[in-house]
């Protein structure tokens, strides 16, 4: 079946850190992307998505390659925030399934 | 634009007693809907998902149950609370194509005590 792996946390970095969250999935066909931002009390927003290969996604700094040849989504920033502390999580939608496969998600923690 | 609504934000309840959470969707039709649970720091565990009114697919054994009433409304209860439901409890929706992004709703604290 589908999987997603993503590196453990928490991820403590300095503000105007560069950030690389590291994300590999598995996957019959070729589905689409995702990067969510969970931040603390509240429900998952989407980041940003890719749906083919090649594709990049982006939003409010953060970018996304979809890497079909290392299946790999790995979420960049180049300069984090303090504003930035939130969970990330990692998920993938094939058309197979009704039910998207989510990673266990990534604390980041940004101090000043 | 679509909303997705949930209720109540927090719940503390003794254990043995019911529980009834509700979530609801507005501006969309025939939305795939999901009910999620987060422990403590942990990830998501996905416990219900329905593709239509009273159509439930459980994924997860438990004390809980799902119903869909309503094509917008997706509602979780128990009828006796255990200590291990405590938890952040997030409803979610999406389209019926299977490769879109889901929406999320602001979650339910619930303590069980």
């Known amino acids: 079946g589908d999987s997603v792996t993503q590196m453990e946390g928490p991820v403590t970095l300095s503000e105007e850190a560069f950030l690389t969250i590291n994300c590999t999935y598995t996957?019959?066909?070729?589905?689409?992307l995702f990067w969510y931002v969970q931040y603390p009390g509240e429900g998952l927003q989407l980041l940003l998505k890719a749906t083919k290969a090649d594709d990049k996604g982006s939003n409010k700094g953060f970018e996304a390659t979809y890497r079909k040849e290392t299946t790999s989504f790995h979420l960049e920033k180049g300069s984090v925030q303090v504003s930035d502390s939130a969970v990330y999580f990692c998920?993938?939608?094939?058309?197979?399934?009704?039910?998207?496969?989510f990673g266990r998600g990534t604390s980041l923690i940004v101090h000043p | 634009s679509q909303t997705i609504h949930q209720w109540p934000a927090t719940l503390v309840q003794p254990v043995g007693s019911p529980l009834s959470l509700e979530c609801t969707v507005e501006?969309?039709?025939?939305?795939?809907l999901y009910w999620y649970r987060q422990a403590a720091g942990r990830g998501l565990q996905l416990l219900f998902y329905?593709?239509?009114?009273?159509?439930i697919s459980s994924e997860v054994p438990q004390n809980l149950s799902a119903s869909r009433p309503q094509d917008r409304q997706f509602i979780l209860s128990s009828k006796k609370l255990l200590l291990s439901d405590s938890g952040f409890y997030l409803c979610?929706?999406?389209?019926?194509?299977?490769?879109?992004?889901?929406?999320f709703g602001p979650g339910t604290r619930l303590t069980v005590l």
């Open positions: 998920a993938l939608s094939s058309g197979g399934s009704y039910i998207p496969t």
């Open positions: 501006g969309t039709s025939n939305p795939n």
């Open positions: 329905s593709v239509g009114i009273g159509q």
């Open positions: 996957a019959t066909g070729y589905p689409s």
């Open positions: 979610a929706w999406d389209r019926d194509s299977g490769f879109d992004e889901q929406f």
